[in-house]
């Protein structure tokens, strides 16, 4: 069965992140830049209010239009909201009730999940809340992603950063630096690799993804000299190698990155937070993605903050969420693409 | 009393590095480069066969001149050498004995440390050595800077890697990450900040410098939630800015660098080798050049190793031999001209 024209959009749910911050804004200013190449079906989880009146300051040519659950194809400047919250329209952010704000943050978020959790749409893309904000009203609440993995069930997960020329895959992420040695396991550095090796197959069409393993200390620890978890990381390397990846390391960190850049790697697995992200930012400040790879639906964020100081003044940038929703589409339609073909190839088969 | 043109070029000494390595390829190739405009009266210490050897098998327009101690205005393509051993002009690198070879390269940078230490030169300049090689001689040396150090009676000295837009000074080097953490420690990042800050201004004319200091943990611990060596680092800030200097952090490391290469700072105090080095081999892969501060005389290095695998095949690249040559003659024509500043205002204040 061939898919009808029509069916090929993906259907994404957009959240609108905490209306404390610039979430709206951004959004809003995704929708404007996208309006003239509609790559999806947009559904926006968030409020009406604050996104009419945030698109009127902003002076956005798009309409704001309230739906009711489901989707509808609507003209290209329409941005259509189901909307879980009813704040004044007339506030600014600051004045919105920090209490509120938070429970509504938390319920786009909530909705999002189930809508992905109910195969009623196939990617999520997140806009940015606050987590502390989140727990200080009572809800359990360690961050997006984790909130995702457990609404579906999800064990092993991946925090992938994406830019055109760099992508990088964590093996630890918020963690103090000190708690990274311990944390270097032979176990989770093989399951990073082989969910980044099929996320990249699933939504890059790399058919053999070339991944390289970073080193934890100094020059890869330079045999030993300074630090033995590169031990671990070999072991990790040669039992997944042994499945037929193409993977290689651990590598000396202060070269890997510019050897990735120039082509060599697809992606970069990393030991830790700022191993991967020092290098992502400083190629890809404004347009970096955060994925989550390893969950049942395709997850893409933004990789900013609320940013409540500048949040309702018109400055926010609003690259990544733009490319944020762009990349969630694109690989929504080339998951399908490759399932489509697994199901064909199936039916050959028969 | 101003001063003679012909005291205007700085006398560089310049250490060949391992005989066995890319260290003597890499020099002529610099000096092959640079003979067009003479930056420096350099002398080479090195072994003037292998060098003479080198030169013609890489085909390069220069004179390979054996010296006694002593400068000397030469001919711009010739290569004044102090030949401190004397090997076969025949043989490959791989063929040079490791015992006499080992010994050699530290003969060369012994000679080096001796003539700046007496000051017959302003600057030393290093080509690689391997500091396994020359341990396995029975020679005490855990590396280049450390062994200036304590040649020259430094206590503190900082290792700054450096390009045109970016500088890197680090407060722990060679050590494995899960150490990092215990040696975060006050005293040394007031003292990194203020030797940075010297540097900056005696070599790179920078008179007020701008100097941002890096968090250690992600998001430099958003407030004790991912570690607390931040509150450290923040103590050793407040410390060296109540002393008049330009200094902020700690920042979260993952956009700094990025502000940084903007133009923001002109360098980056940062915890750990991987943490500067990652963001300053991305943008300077090639032309990064290794400084140590804190000296009595200036030393410049080139930021790669010995590479014994690449040795003799003419494929070592030597444009770090090159800015490392030119860094150490810009450095020795700038501390000369804010000496010279100074003796000056004093005179006037007389």
């Given at each position: 069965m061939a898919f009808q024209k029509k069916d090929l959009q993906p259907k994404i749910a957009i959240t609108m992140g905490d209306p404390r911050g610039i979430g709206p804004e951004v959004v809003l200013k995704a929708f404007a830049r996208l309006s003239h190449q509609r790559v999806c079906v947009p559904l926006v989880l968030g409020d009406f209010n604050i996104l009419t009146r945030t698109a009127q300051a902003l002076n956005l040519k798009l309409k704001v239009v309230e739906v009711a659950e489901g989707f509808r194809n609507f003209q290209p400047e329409s941005v259509p909201v189901l909307s879980l919250s009813r704040f004044s329209g007339k506030k600014s952010p600051a004045d919105i009730p920090f209490q509120e704000s938070s429970r509504a943050a938390f319920a786009y978020v909530e909705k999002a999940a189930h809508l992905a959790v109910t195969g009623k749409v196939q990617a999520i893309v997140t806009a940015p809340v606050s987590k502390e904000a989140i727990s200080r009203v009572g809800i359990s609440f360690r961050g997006h992603t984790e909130y995702l993995a457990e609404a579906s069930g999800t064990e092993e997960f991946v925090m992938m950063l994406a830019g055109q020329r760099l992508k990088v895959a964590l093996v630890t992420t918020h963690l103090p630096l000190r708690e990274v040695s311990g944390l270097v396991q032979a176990e989770r550095i093989c399951s990073v690799i082989e969910i980044t090796n099929q996320g990249l197959q699933d939504y890059f069409e790399v058919n053999h993804p070339?991944?390289?393993?970073?080193?934890?200390?100094?020059?890869?620890?330079?045999n030993g000299l300074f630090g033995e978890e590169e031990l671990i990381i070999s072991q990790a390397v040669r039992r997944v190698s042994q499945k037929g990846?193409?993977?290689s390391g651990p590598w000396p960190a202060d070269t890997l990155f510019y050897r990735a850049k120039q082509g060599e790697f697809d992606a970069v697995v990393c030991m830790y937070h700022d191993q991967g992200l020092i290098p992502l930012k400083l190629l890809?400040?404004?347009d970096a993605v955060n994925i989550t790879l390893g969950l049942p639906f395709i997850r893409t964020s933004v990789d900013h903050g609320v940013a409540y100081d500048i949040a309702g003044k018109n400055r926010a940038n609003a690259r990544?969420?733009?490319a944020a929703i762009q990349l969630a589409a694109q690989m929504a339609t080339k998951k399908r693409k490759s399932q489509n073909l697994k199901t064909n190839n199936q039916n050959e088969e028969k």
């Open positions: 070339r991944i390289a393993v970073a080193g934890l200390n100094p020059h890869a620890g330079e990846l193409f993977v890809h400040f404004e990544s969420m733009q």
